[in-house]
């Protein structure tokens, strides 16, 4: 009898994460505004990409000199976080959402103006 109880118990903690009747958070989706149309790239990259492609901005302004990216369909823009703030409005766009993801980036820590 002691064995089932010790069982029951095990299930009960090893299963409550599934079970309970708890809800993901929700966060506001930023919404761009702004004098574009589209981004630099397209939704689904930038919002799994985006920090790779500001190194890689960055790398190739600083290092290299290239300070204009050009987009597949020939559209052109400045390799810079002004760019992406012409339509992105703010550190608040950005920190809503690192902060829900548990993310630090550590853009601020050069860019006071931002």
């Not at 299930?11 to 761009?32: H, L, M, R």
């Not at 799994?48 to 990216?69: C, D, F, P």
């Not at 950005?94 to 980036?105: L, M, R, V």
Request: contains cysteine.
């Amino acid at each position: 009898m002691l064995v089932f109880g010790g069982l029951a118990l095990f299930f009960f903690a090893v299963t409550y994460a599934f079970w309970q009747e708890g809800e993901a958070k929700k966060i506001s989706t930023p919404v761009a505004k702004g004098p574009g149309e589209h981004c630099v790239e397209s939704r689904e990259y930038m919002r799994e990409n985006h920090m790779l492609l500001l190194n890689e901005w960055r790398h190739s302004a600083v290092r290299e000199g290239e300070r204009i990216h050009v987009t597949p369909d020939g559209r052109e823009f400045e390799k810079s976080l002004n760019t992406c703030f012409q339509c992105h409005g703010s550190r608040g766009f950005c920190i809503n959402c690192h902060t829900y993801a548990g993310a630090k980036p550590n853009c601020y820590g050069c860019h006071h103006e931002m």
